[in-house]
């Protein structure tokens, strides 16, 4: 029989849906589950596709089905299933192999991983998939972590099933070992902030304004035909117009509001703090998942404290024109965060993220696609590249005309009792990012007063010590 170009293991939501993908360019491919009977069951309901799918019911037979050197894709739950995949097909597998380990990897593991493998004749590639369900099926953004080599063996596949962006694939080598699930970690932890502040946006039309979700709707959808065109903003008015078909009701209204998170978000704040880059929206954004979580004791507070979101009484035209430039704004210093966050990375584990590489990639396919990232990828690849994405000159100009709108947001948020912690902090990112002469004056003047840790002056080198003593 003809041998598959390709393995997979895990027939779950992304496995599937990537292998129909995948036989669909034109490739077979086989496919192996931990529930076996899955992978006889997967192919009798692939239809067309049928012919280029090989079903497996042990790891020896997918190695056996899969020409060499074999590419083996495994999307299965991220942690210890993915350790236990490794080992088992270490048994089966043979020098030059592929293990692609395709799920929502913590880079740590990813690393590790392409260490453990390391003279083992097998490489490890670690790649990081965004795009959900649908994205898996006709076209995920993908990011690749690993040898150059193996790259070399799986491109052809991935850019085939990858996302195009006005016929660019979606899918990069993206640097060595962790790199790809690195990038995957940051896109997601972006995800994180630009989903909590339309999430804001919304509290604020919702409460501020009184407006229903069918009145919000079709302000995202406008939104959506200017700047902040994203599928997110797409989404979100698709979602406001739903209604629930149990109720009648708008399936928003009848959504408990406590989000859950699986932990990419809580990775790339971790990531953030250990590498020393302010990534604070989108540490707010993770916060704010971990306080709507909290919901018996905000039910509890607010009979303490009374609910705050009182009306605003802006015009509404005026603050509506406010608030798609707050989020713009807002948008933009996540954003910024996010890539400082890489550019950091990169430096710390010698990467060479290609930064403008990752904004193309997640131009389509991945759930932060906008067309803002055309604009980015653009920004970041202009010789000498701005270090962050708030010093390039086309986002200089945008931020400098919305950035007012955020302020006035923040502050009629703040009167009127509205929580927006994502917007504030990117506001108080900004005003800090932005201030020649800033306040850590004093705190070097505290710290030198308890802790004698010494201070640089203005006018002077070296370490100095206040006239206070020393340490107290
Ligand atoms: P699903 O829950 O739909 O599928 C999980 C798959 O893992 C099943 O095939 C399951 O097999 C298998 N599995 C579970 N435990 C084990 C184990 N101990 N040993 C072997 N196989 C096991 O998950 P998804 O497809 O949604 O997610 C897979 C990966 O992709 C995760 O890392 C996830 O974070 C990542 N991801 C998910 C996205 C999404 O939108 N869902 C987007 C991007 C990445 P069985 O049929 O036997 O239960």
Redesign the pocket.
């Known amino acids: 029989m003809e041998k598959a170009e390709i393995g997979l293991?895990?027939?779950?939501?992304?496995?599937s849906n990537l292998a129909l993908n995948i036989a669909e360019k034109g490739h077979r491919i086989a496919v192996f589950?931990?529930?076996v009977s899955?992978a006889d069951a997967f192919k009798a309901e692939a239809g067309a596709l049928a012919d280029r799918i090989v079903p497996c019911h042990s790891l020896a037979e997918l190695a056996e089905a899969i020409r060499p050197p074999r590419p083996v894709i495994i999307?299965?739950?991220?942690g210890?299933?993915v350790d236990?995949?490794i080992a088992a097909l270490r048994d089966v597998l043979s020098a030059d192999d592929i293990v692609i380990d395709?799920?929502?990897?913590n880079f740590h593991d990813t690393v590790r991983r392409f260490k453990e493998l390391e003279g083992s004749g097998l490489t490890f590639i670690g790649m990081g998939?965004?795009?959900?369900?649908e994205g898996?099926r006709h076209g995920p953004s993908i990011m690749v972590g690993g040898t150059e080599e193996s790259w070399r063996r799986v491109e052809g596949v991935l850019t085939a099933i990858s996302a195009k962006f006005k016929g660019e694939p979606c899918a990069a080598w993206l640097g060595p070992d962790g790199a790809g699930h690195f990038v995957k970690t940051i896109h997601n932890g972006i995800e994180y902030a630009d989903m909590q502040m339309i999430a804001e946006i919304y509290g604020m039309l919702r409460d501020g304004l009184g407006m229903g979700p069918k009145q919000i709707a079709p302000v995202f959808a406008g939104w959506n035909e200017g700047r902040l065109a994203s599928y997110l903003i797409e989404i979100t008015a698709k979602v406001l117009a739903a209604d629930d078909p149990q109720t009648g009701r708008p399936v928003v209204d009848i959504i408990l509001d406590r989000a859950g998170q699986?932990g990419t978000g809580k990775w790339s704040v971790i990531e953030a703090q250990q590498l020393g880059i302010p990534a604070t929206a989108i540490e707010a954004a993770v916060a704010a998942r971990v306080l709507s979580s909290m919901k018996d004791e905000r039910l509890a507070a607010e009979k303490v404290y009374g609910a705050g979101g009182g009306r605003i009484s802006e015009p509404r035209e005026a603050l509506l024109k406010d608030l798609e430039l707050a989020l713009l704004a807002g948008k933009i210093a996540a954003y910024a965060q996010g890539f400082a966050v890489m550019a950091g990375a990169s430096k710390e584990f010698s990467w060479n993220l290609p930064l403008p590489t990752i904004a193309r990639i997640w131009r389509a396919g991945c759930i932060i696609r906008s067309q803002m990232l055309d604009q980015m990828a653009e920004a970041f690849g202009k010789g000498g590249a701005a270090a962050n994405l708030l010093m390039a000159p086309a986002f200089v100009e945008m931020m400098k005309a919305a950035h007012p709108s955020l302020r006035r947001i923040v502050a009629l948020a703040a009167e009127a009792g509205l929580p927006v912690p994502a917007l504030s902090s990117a506001l108080a990112y900004f005003d800090a990012y932005r201030q020649g002469r800033g306040t850590s004056n004093l705190i070097q003047a505290q710290r030198d007063f308890f802790g004698a840790h010494g201070f640089e002056r203005i006018d002077a080198p070296g370490a100095h010590h206040g006239p206070w003593g020393g340490g107290q």
């Open positions: 293991i895990g027939l779950g939501t992304m496995g589950n931990r529930t899955r999307m299965v739950v991220a210890k299933p236990e995949q395709a799920g929502n990897a998939v965004s795009g959900g369900e898996a699986k």
